[in-house]
């Protein structure tokens, strides 16, 4: 089955600075997430991008399907972005099930 | 601000009792899905439903799982007996359409500790 691997695994930062996470995966894909899992568990949906570039605030995600990664970036990192980031993708003969990657555990201190 | 609602939030209980986790997907969803989240094995899909119809049980194991769905506002996931192992933190995640080509959104989720 397809392969994904987010990078780095851990993450600290200063609050303030940004960073560039990485997800690549093995095949390609007609679905690809980004979610931040926040310090009590909730998933939080911050794309839905399978391709292209998408802007929200502080944050924003380039997908090259051709090249297989994706890329989240935060600017002006805040304590509140503390957590861990998951990528997920879909491959078209999966039947719907998103395969996630191991995550990145962002630490933003103040 | 629609989201998709589980209950209950915690669930402690002991080896051999039943579990009943609930799921509210979004209204307008016709797909739900339920994955669990380890330390070990990360999040993976457990179930799969379309128009409430079951598409895909593969990674629930059937001698002690069960999921339904008895209406489109109501997905429920059953586990009888529970066992230690099935200590984990369990999503309901639903979505419109082909979820090859559309977004799948998250509840809270519910995490169960089975003693």
């Known amino acids: 089955g397809i392969q994904v691997e987010q990078s780095p695994p851990d993450l600290i930062l200063q609050e303030g600075a940004n960073s560039t996470l990485r997800c690549n995966f093995s095949d390609s894909v007609n679905n690809l997430q980004w979610f931040h899992q926040n310090p009590w568990g909730q998933l939080i949906n911050l794309f839905y991008i399978p391709s292209g570039t998408k802007q929200n605030g502080r944050l924003s995600a380039t997908t090259v399907a051709t090249e297989r990664y994706s890329l989240l970036y935060i600017s002006s990192s805040q304590t509140t972005d503390s957590g861990v980031y998951f990528c997920a993708v879909i491959r078209y003969n999966q039947g719907g099930k998103l395969i996630f990657g191991q995550g990145t555990e962002l630490s933003v201190k103040p | 601000d629609a989201r998709v609602t589980q209950t209950p939030r915690d669930k402690v209980t002991e080896m051999g009792q039943e579990v009943t986790m609930r799921c509210q997907p979004i209204?307008?969803?016709?797909?739900v899905f339920w994955y669990r989240q380890t330390m070990m094995q990360g999040l993976e899909l457990l179930a799969y439903?379309?128009?409430?119809?079951?598409?895909?049980d593969s990674g629930m194991p059937k001698d002690r799982f069960s999921a339904e769905m008895p209406d489109a506002t109501l997905a429920t996931l059953k586990i009888q007996p529970s066992e230690p192992r099935d200590s984990a933190v369990y999503f309901c995640?639903?979505?419109?359409?082909?979820?090859?080509?559309?977004?799948?959104?998250f509840g809270p989720g519910t995490r169960l500790t089975v003693l």
């Open positions: 995640a639903s979505g419109i359409g082909d979820p090859t080509y559309n977004e799948q959104f």
């Open positions: 439903f379309r128009n409430r119809a079951p598409l895909d």
């Open positions: 209204l307008g969803h016709n797909t």
